[in-house]
């Protein structure tokens, strides 16, 4: 009786220091996504100072593909079912 009392107690303990405060992975979370982004950004002055227009330089074809592509994605409207719901209650 008594090794299960202690048995137990030890597998308590076990089970709540599970969740115990992690302050070492606490302290670095976050910073790996930071550092991703901050080196996948070109300009990273280009988000506090936007110019007032938009490039004028540009290629009408490119930009008339990009948005076919964009387009052809997009759901055309609702379809509908063409099987027929059938509801069998109690047949066997």
Known sequence: MNTTHATALAIVALLTSGCADTPLADADYGNSVRQLVQAQTFDPAAASNPPEL???????????????I???????????VKQPVIFEIGTK
């Open 54 to 68: 938009a490039p004028e330089i540009t290629d009408g074809a490119r930009l008339q593909e990009a948005l076919d």
């Open 70 to 80: 964009y387009r052809k994605d997009v759901a055309k409207g609702i379809t509908e």
